[in-house]
């Protein structure tokens, strides 16, 4: 049973370029998250996709997009890429369709962007 | 989400249990207490979960006390692979937005050998 994969693990980029990162969730997972963290920082969260839309977002620019794909994949996509977004993006998933119980939230192993 | 407290860092000598506090004076009825682990440069780690009820995994415990306002995650043999950032969340139970966790500092627990 995989995990939530993503790829690429890492990669460096330029001031104003753009990048696309990748994950597939979980089996039996619906719903995926995104997360930022900073060296010496928690995860922040940026948004979440549910039934290909976004349901949820953080305290994020829109330069920041996504997409949620039929089989529940996910991309995020930063444009105008700045200093600032070098961090580990942590891709989540979890079951939309559970109970009303607290559902489990699984993470990757994440994605380190550097812009140099 | 209420907000959770935690040391910012703890020792623990290697096969000794660990005991990791956590305060959620806030919490409310409906909000669960999770407990996740992040090991340097790897992504977070689910490890346990409960709302009022002690519960008991093949990684840890989770003691929750009666009032609900602080939890305690016990690494029954700490080993050197424990060594890690623990995240003590709380969050509502929602059925289709409840992926949202908002991360603390945590506590460096660092296993000595």
């Known amino acids: 049973d995989a995990g939530v994969t993503q790829s690429p693990t890492h990669l460096i980029k330029t001031r104003g370029q753009q990048v696309t990162l990748r994950c597939s969730p979980k089996s039996g997972h619906d719903t995926v998250s995104w997360y930022q963290q900073a060296l010496g920082q928690g995860p922040q969260f940026i948004f979440q996709y549910y039934e290909e839309e976004e349901r949820q977002r953080g305290n994020f620019p829109d330069r920041f997009s996504g997409h949620q794909f039929p089989n529940y994949s996910s991309e995020l996509n930063v444009n105008a890429l700045l200093l600032g977004d070098s961090a580990l993006y942590l891709c989540a998933s979890s079951s939309g369709t559970g109970s009303l119980t607290g559902n489990t939230i699984y993470f990757g192993e994440g994605s380190w962007l550097t812009v140099v | 989400d209420a907000k959770t407290t935690q040391p910012p860092s703890m020792d623990c000598a290697e096969g000794r249990a660990a005991n990791l506090p956590c305060n959620h004076s806030?919490?409310?009825?409906?909000?669960?207490v999770y407990w996740y682990r992040q090991i340097h440069s790897q992504g977070p780690q689910y490890i346990i979960h409960g709302l009022k009820n002690n519960e008991t995994n093949e990684m840890a415990s989770l003691i929750i006390t009666e009032d609900r306002k602080s939890s305690t995650l016990i690494l029954p043999h700490a080993t050197l692979r424990d060594t890690a950032v623990y995240y003590c969340?709380?969050?509502?139970?929602?059925?289709?937005?409840?992926?949202?966790?908002?991360f603390g500092e945590g506590t460096q627990l660092t296993v000595n050998p």
């Open positions: 806030t919490i409310s009825g409906n909000e669960y």
């Open positions: 969340i709380v969050r509502v139970g929602v059925k289709t937005s409840g992926s949202r966790l908002t």
